[in-house]
């Protein structure tokens, strides 16, 4: 190995201090702070960066809070991750910290209801989607479609592929009868 490629590695390995109540949540993150290519310390003193796991961070100098609160996160710490962070997330926290940027992980979205992935396959379709479905159904070529719908091919294009896309298909017969089969799991027996 080169001498700048030593001094790089040297240079990217952190001392990093732990804090955490649980010892087998301190072990968890101190296995994964060695796999990162840190050093683990046990004195605050000769650390470059403290992770905190808890409720009661130090204050001062470069810490990593793990599942604190946002009101104490925004005031004494210099990153702030949720408690479920991946390995990779501590990580990146650690690196960016030791390099003089602050840490915030985006705040919970409450929407109400969760986005609705395209892919999946209970994805809504369009009501001009339902038109080109119920035209494929009938066995019409696009250029058959784009007339009776007055649009051109190229949108008819667009909706096949959005079709085949939302309801996983990779033709036009197994489009039709993938939407069959959803709208018989849609009926509800009364």
Do not use: W, Y
């Not at 796999?35 to 605050?44: K, P, Y």
């Not at 960066?49 to 004494?76: F, H, N, T, W």
């Not at 007339?147 to 489009?175: N, Q, Y």
């Amino acid at each position: 190995m080169s001498e700048v490629a030593n001094n790089i590695d040297l240079a990217s390995r952190l001392r990093v201090a732990v804090q955490a109540n649980d010892p087998h949540r301190r072990n968890v993150l101190c296995k994964i702070i060695v796999e990162a290519g840190h050093v683990v310390v046990d004195l605050r003193d000769e650390a470059d960066i403290v992770l905190a796991d808890g409720s009661r961070p130090p204050e001062g100098g470069r810490v990593i809070g793990l599942g604190i609160g946002p009101g104490i996160a925004d005031d004494r710490l210099s990153g702030a991750l949720p408690r479920d962070a991946d390995a990779r997330q501590i990580d990146a926290a650690i690196r960016a910290v030791a390099a003089g940027l602050i840490v915030r992980a985006p705040p919970p979205r409450d929407n109400g209801f969760a986005a609705m992935r395209e892919n999946d396959g209970q994805a809504l379709l369009t009501p001009r989607e339902l038109e080109v479905l119920a035209a494929l159904a009938e066995g019409l070529t696009n250029k058959a479609i784009a007339r009776r719908l007055d649009i051109s091919l190229h949108t008819v294009k667009f909706h096949v592929e959005s079709l085949f896309r939302k309801l996983g298909a990779r033709t036009r017969t197994e489009a039709v009868v993938k939407a069959a089969e959803r709208r018989r799991n849609d009926i509800i027996m009364l």
